[in-house]
């Protein structure tokens, strides 16, 4: 859980995830939180706690969140965002996706179903996210719901591949990721979500939007040049069998 002034939800969150009965271990990175996150993770049990001293980016505290992940042997690592924004209950389902050997990704989508709007997505975000996402579909070759939602399953071999230092520390990091699961030949597969806005749920404001939706064409432009051959391989990614 990468974790930032989460302590009104992140109790909460925690509950459902251990309800699923398939976590072993949840992992909080607090991204230096101005209110009690901290206090609130230390209390959870089966609970390992980060703190950043400095507020690294969204990008930054993943990064944190899925080292750690590793270094304490994750085999299945599911990012979820603390805010309750999206439902844990889906942990098992996604999880035995890829258990099962038939994906190494799997992302939960607020579109698919038609969820987001129904869960109060504000419809000028909506219509921004259909709209990037169609483009980047176009780029990139794929066909995903969305590429902006902040709960994924990853598994380990997935993971160690990739180089997520090279990424960018704030919320384009999400598009690197998804970016370089394609570059490397991965099949992304997606799972209805139903998602909750509300106050205190995490968001970007409308400027910081603009910046991340340029960022996150950018990616895709960068990945479709690179296919083309007009500019080198995305860096230090190497496809594996």
């Known amino acids: 859980m ?31 939180s101005r209110d009690r996150t901290v206090d609130v993770a230390r209390k959870l049990p089966f609970t390992h706690v980060i703190v950043h001293d400095i507020n690294r980016g969204y990008g930054g505290n993943q990064k944190t969140c899925y080292q750690t992940a590793l270094q304490l042997g994750g085999d299945i ?7 309750y924004q999206y439902t844990p209950r889906l942990i098992p389902a996604m999880v035995s996706m890829i258990s099962s050997g038939l994906y190494e990704c799997v992302i939960a989508s607020r579109i698919l179903g038609g969820g987001a709007l129904r869960g109060g997505m504000p419809i000028w975000r909506y219509l921004a996210n259909r709209s990037l996402t169609f483009v980047q579909n176009i780029l990139m070759g794929a066909k995903l719901s969305e590429y902006h939602t902040g709960y994924r399953a990853f598994s380990r071999k997935l993971l160690d591949s990739l180089p997520l230092d090279r990424n960018s520390d704030d919320f384009v990091f999400d598009n690197q990721m998804l970016a370089q699961i394609f570059w490397c030949g991965h099949t992304i597969a997606e799972i209805t979500c139903p998602t909750k806005y509300f106050k205190g749920a995490s968001s970007i404001n409308f400027r910081r939007s603009i910046i991340y939706g340029l960022g996150c064409l950018g990616v895709a432009v960068r990945f479709r040049l690179a296919k083309l051959g007009i500019l080198p391989p995305m860096v230090g990614i190497q496809r594996y069998s």
């Open 2 to 32: 990468p974790a930032y002034n989460a302590e009104a939800t992140l109790e909460q969150t925690y509950q459902e995830v251990m309800n699923t009965g398939c976590v072993d271990l949840v992992v909080v990175v607090d991204d230096a």
């Open 77 to 83: 690592i599911v990012m979820v965002h603390p805010d």
